[in-house]
């Protein structure tokens, strides 16, 4: 019988959980944090089910997935390995087995990602709980990044200062890019020789993929580099950051937690959802229609940008939350793209919402625009799988 690995991801937002049989997912358990609340969702053998849940189940959301894998039978006691997302590594970006001593190393980087970083390592632990005894493994966003020449890779600043600090542009939602391109190449046509990957959730990021391999991403050393986010604000003048933090007498840990969690569409319009602000754009709402126009504009500079590094573009990809489910997003993107040979149907970008995949590219276009799910669950998965074998 196949071994069963249990993948998870533990985002700023939701808690994911999913059980892989070989390449097939047999079970999947969705924990999220919504406006009202939270909420809680299963898909076993293809059944779905949805139930009331809160704060106390939220948290203690590893103990009561486990039960449920048990009691309907994904594995008898323990599954072979459990795989989990983290996003930030530091140097180190291959899959790591997880011990008491690496373990141990990896709670260092929690202050460069904040928002993900601390949850992950919080989920391990309540897995070593529940599992005790199980291999467990790490994988990183930012190891797909690995392949970025040294000109895209580090700052111009001083070589001494970046190799004593370590300070590289790691690049994230690495797993998701992979999963992507996973995906291309398990097509007739295989991957796309001039592919940009647009990851638009709560946090996200543009990547340049050739033949495969990124070449550049808009994240950088912290998931703060790049675009507008939810409640990061992307790209900022250095020296705005420096007279913020001189006349508002903010400490270095202040304004991490004010970049992290206080900027971005939160601070330009006072909420995080992108449906209340598309809502407001379509509405008319000023300060809502800007936001929208300014992240729409940033995600638009970096295809140009990505366009410009590869010489071209055969395809572009949108995935996560936003790129999977906002039509109108999605449309305000790519408009006035034509002069890269992008045309888009409005009808086929339309009629794709709600998780819907597709392409929305007209038959005339020269690049394929398309709307894919990312599986970031079944990369982990196999990469723990390959680790624990």
């Known amino acids: 019988m196949e071994k069963v690995v249990l993948a998870v991801n533990t985002g700023s937002a939701s808690k994911k959980y999913a059980a892989y049989r070989g390449e097939e997912r047999v079970a999947s358990v969705v924990y999220e944090k919504v406006s009202d609340g939270f909420s809680a969702s299963s898909d076993i053998g293809g ?5 009331p849940t809160d704060e106390k189940s939220y948290t203690e959301s590893a103990a009561v997935v486990a039960r449920l894998f048990r009691d309907e039978k994904i594995f008898d006691d323990n599954p072979h390995c459990i795989g989990f997302r983290v996003v930030h590594g530091g140097a180190q970006r291959m899959p790591l087995l997880l011990t008491d001593q690496s373990s141990a190393s990896l709670e ?7 928002l993900h970083n601390g949850p992950a390592m919080e989920e391990i632990r309540a897995m070593k709980n529940v599992f005790p005894g199980v291999p467990m493994v790490a994988v990183f966003d930012t190891g ?6 040294d000109h895209a890779l580090h700052y111009a600043i001083e070589k001494k200062t970046s190799d004593e600090l370590g300070l590289v542009r790691f690049g994230f939602h690495g797993i998701s890019c992979e999963s992507i391109v996973w995906r291309y190449a398990g097509t007739a046509s295989g991957v796309p020789h001039r592919l940009i990957v647009c990851h638009l959730g709560g946090g996200a990021s543009v990547t340049a993929i050739r033949d495969g391999r990124s070449v550049d991403t808009s994240m950088g050393f912290t998931p703060l580099e790049g675009l507008v986010m939810a409640t990061r604000g992307g790209d900022i003048d250095p020296g705005a950051l ?3 933090a001189a006349t508002q007498k903010k400490t270095p840990d202040e304004m991490m937690e004010w970049l992290n969690n206080e900027c971005g569409l939160y601070g330009l319009t006072g909420t995080a959802d992108m449906r209340d602000v598309i809502a407001g754009d379509l509405a008319g709402d000023p300060t809502k229609k800007m936001a929208l126009a300014m992240y729409t504009h940033r995600v638009k500079k970096y295809i140009g940008a990505y366009a410009a590094v590869l010489g071209g573009v055969d395809a572009i990809v949108l995935t996560a939350t936003i790129g999977e489910h906002a039509p109108h997003v999605r449309g305000k993107i790519l408009e006035g793209l034509e002069f890269l040979g992008v045309q888009i149907d409005s009808e086929r970008n339309k009629a794709l919402r709600d998780g819907a995949e ?4 007209s038959e005339s276009s020269k690049v394929r625009v398309e709307v894919m799910s990312t599986d970031e669950l079944g990369v982990i998965a196999r990469e723990s799988l390959k680790l624990t074998t």
């Open 144 to 149: 797909f990044h690995a392949t970025m020449p």
């Open 47 to 51: 059944v779905k089910k949805q139930w």
């Open 242 to 244: 420096m007279h913020i």
């Open 108 to 114: 260092s980087t929690n202050g460069l990602a904040p």
């Open 358 to 361: 597709g392409v929305i590219s």
